[in-house]
T-cell receptor, first 110, second 113 residues
């Protein structure tokens, strides 16, 4: 069946550091891939998405590229800010199933 | 445009009591999801509606959980009777079409004592 695997957190970085959060998936067919972010006390909100291979999703300085050959959708940001501290979820949508990873907590220190 | 609305935000009940959660999705969104989120975990689907029809309730513990979406708009999720293990955050989300990006409400944090 479909599945999503994320790197375990927490990830602690200094402000302006480079961020990578790994996400790999298993799916039949051609799923859409998403990154959601959850700030403390709030619901999840979409950060970016990609719907086909080689697509790059981007938003608020974050990027992720849909790599079918490596079944990956790693999240990157060149320079993180304290306000980026949150939990990040990788997700896929395929064959009427929407599956979330377990989340990676990011803490950015000033 | 108003987002997904959920109530209550917090609920504390004793085990064996009933509890209900309410969700109002974004206007025009046909697909509605209820998720369970345990601490440190991602959301896990309980039930998905397309309009008023429950099209995926395979993960809903039907012995104690029930849900409805009358008229294909608002939805209610009920637990009766609640157990200690039901303590979690219950999230509601909606999307314009199935498989598309989802819009989440703030969730209801349930504590069963």
């Amino acid at each position: 069946g479909n599945s999503v695997t994320q790197m375990e957190g927490p990830v602690t970085l200094s402000e302006e550091a480079f961020l990578t959060i790994n996400c790999t998936y298993t799916a039949t067919g051609y799923p859409s891939l998403f990154w959601y972010v959850q700030y403390p006390g709030e619901g999840l909100q979409l950060l970016l998405k990609a719907t086909k291979a080689d697509d790059k999703g981007s938003n608020k300085g974050f990027e992720a590229t849909y790599r079918k050959e490596t079944t990956s959708f790693h999240l990157e940001k060149g320079s993180v800010q304290v306000s980026d501290s949150a939990v990040y979820f990788c997700a896929l949508s395929g064959t009427y199933k929407y599956i979330f990873g377990t989340g990676t907590r990011l803490k950015v220190l000033a | 445009e108003a987002g997904v609305v959920q109530s209550p935000r917090y609920k504390i009940i004793e085990k064996k009591q009933p509890v209900a959660f309410w969700c109002n999705p974004i206007s025009g969104h046909n697909t509605l999801y209820w998720y369970l989120q345990n601490l440190g975990q991602g959301p896990e689907l309980l039930i998905r509606y397309e309009n008023e029809e429950a099209v995926d309730d395979s993960q809903l513990p039907k012995d104690r959980f029930s849900a409805e979406r009358l008229k294909g708009v608002d939805s209610t999720l009920k637990i009766q009777p609640a157990e200690l293990g039901d303590s979690a955050v219950y999230l509601c989300a909606s999307s314009l079409i199935e498989g598309d990006e989802q819009y989440f409400g703030p969730g209801t944090r349930l504590t069963v004592t």
